[in-house]
């Protein structure tokens, strides 16, 4: 047994969309990925008044990986032309798979647009395989209660689980890729120790607090993205403060990549073949 090193911390940065807070730890001037894992937006935290805009996601097309949505505050409506459609209050988890492509849209509800309040949001790219860039679309609505909530080291570790295993316990998502996926409060002095990861890439990033990760207790902060190297098989984390961790882990696809947009694919020929299909229509009726 041997943990993963942190290989670099790396700051999340700012670039916000009109006036939603963003900030992005994920790609970055050095590090284009964490294999299978492609892309963090950290929108908020933040307090919209009454009669606000809401969110600036009107219809757009996704192609070839699928995104996880994270409301840590507030709600947020999805809508896609499969048909799907949900509004997730916090605590909440959109799972979303675009492979062989659709429109969706993540705006706010009317609820939210008339009496404003809190929101901060995650959203994290996680890229398919070759053999399936083109499998059906799919998505997956999950409210707070219907995720796992694993009380771990005493009550000080609490893990929220929306995919893969945790001690005999499995999230409600089954990801076609086996990504394990969760959102992890902890309150300060709090200890996780995580196992079997022996093959896999671990995608760390602190939401707020401080973790010391690793052997050589490196200190991430908030905004930060902790790159870990990939020997190792277990990593363990201590909270030195209270804390919220985004926590994943997946063996890494090591294909060519090809990013344009909104699709995500393995040769420019496939970017090109996605315009075309949705130019002539093949994603659905845009919304």
Known sequence: ?????????HPALRDDIGDLITQRPLPNAHLDQVDPFLFLNHHGPQTYPPHNRGLPFG???????????????GMLTHKDSAGHESIIRAGGVQWMTAGSGLIHAEISPRE??????????????????PHLKMTAPAYTGLQKEDIPALVLDGGRVTMHLSAGEWDGTRGPVNSLTGVFMSAVEFKAGGRLRVP?????????????????VGVADDRVGAFHLAELGSEGDEVG??????????????????APMVAHGPFVMNSRAEIEQAIRDYQAGKFGASM
Do not use: C
């Open 59 to 73: 219809p757009h097309p996704h192609r070839g990986f699928e995104t996880v949505t994270f409301i840590l505050a």
């Open 1 to 9: 047994m041997s943990d993963k090193l942190v290989r670099r911390i």
């Open 196 to 212: 079997g990861l022996a093959g896999r890439n671990v995608f760390l990033y602190v939401v707020r607090g401080a973790l010391q």
């Open 237 to 254: 984390m201590r909270a030195l403060e209270d804390a919220v961790v985004l926590l994943g882990h997946a063996e890494p696809i090591g």
């Open 112 to 129: 939210f647009l008339d009496k404003g309040g809190p929101l901060e949001i995650l959203q994290l790219w996680v890229n398919l395989p």
